[in-house]
Antibody, heavy 119, light 110 residues
Framework: QVQLMQSGAEVKKPGASVKVSCKAS????????MHWVRQAPGQGLEWMGI????????SYAQKFQGRVTMTRDTSTSTVYMELSSLRSEDTAVYYC????????????WGQGTLVTVSP | QSVPTQPPSASGTPGQRVTISCSGS????????VYWYQQLPGTAPKLLIY???QRPSGVPDRFSGSKSGTSASLAISGLRSEDEADYYC???????????FGGGTQLTVL
């Protein structure tokens, strides 16, 4: 069965970086795109970017350009999302979501990773 | 650009039919597919509707989606208490060259 298993919760200080992982299993890793979506406490969903695990190409939301980096490791079927220069407003649950296309056709989602940014 | 707009809240009684709207623009809903997600408290979003009106396997046919022009709707018939959740529409935005979510609608089953 398809599973997306994300890394555990993180607590970071302002200005630091965080790297969240999403390990895929149960399907051909390179056949699906992977989106990253975040949700601040009590807020809605926000699209951050997408990676194509096949070639590693990425596309980021303008808001995160310069601060986010998405990578993949095909040997372990894992995608990573690194966010730098963290500020308190980055406190959120971060999700990975598999999609057959670049649109938000997220048929499977990870369980979410809470990132807390606090002095 | 115009990010899709949803009513912040909606409500209904068990057995009732409710609809949730998602209003966009020609650069997003008007020219692209719409997707709908259900998010139960404390859980990851779940895909309810894809490509405007298609249901993934396992999603009850009580849920249906439609699109007309620059707006889309999610309808839930035979409302149940377990339908109480947040609902989000999503689509591609040509001007942003990326996907966008609506603001979400909190559905309460009275």
């Amino acid at each position: 069965q398809v599973q997306l298993m994300q890394s555990g919760a993180e607590v970071k200080k302002p200005g630091a970086s965080v790297k969240v992982s999403c390990k895929a299993s149960g399907y051909t890793f390179t056949s699906y795109f992977m989106h990253w979506v975040r949700q601040a406490p009590g807020q809605g969903l926000e699209w951050m970017g997408i990676i194509n695990p096949s070639g590693g190409s990425t596309s980021y939301a303008q808001k995160f350009q310069g601060r986010v980096t998405m990578t993949r490791d095909t040997s372990t079927s894992t995608v990573y999302m690194e966010l730098s220069s963290l500020r308190s407003e980055d406190t959120a649950v971060y999700y990975c979501a598999r999609s057959v296309e670049m649109t938000l056709h997220g048929d499977y989602w990870g369980q979410g990773t809470l990132v807390t940014v606090s002095p | 650009q115009s990010v899709p707009t949803q009513p912040p809240s909606a409500s209904g009684t068990p057995g009732q039919r409710v609809t949730i709207s998602c209003s966009g623009s020609s650069s997003n809903i008007g020219s692209n597919y719409v997707y709908w997600y259900q998010q139960l408290p404390g859980t990851a979003p779940k895909l309810l509707i894809y490509r405007n009106n298609q249901r993934p396997s396992g999603v009850p046919d009580r849920f249906s989606g439609s699109k007309s022009g620059t707006s889309a709707s999610l309808a839930i018939s035979g409302l149940r208490s377990e339908d109480e959740a947040d609902y989000y529409c999503a689509t591609w935005d040509d001007s942003l060259s990326g996907p966008v979510f609506g603001g979400g609608t909190q559905l309460t089953v009275l």
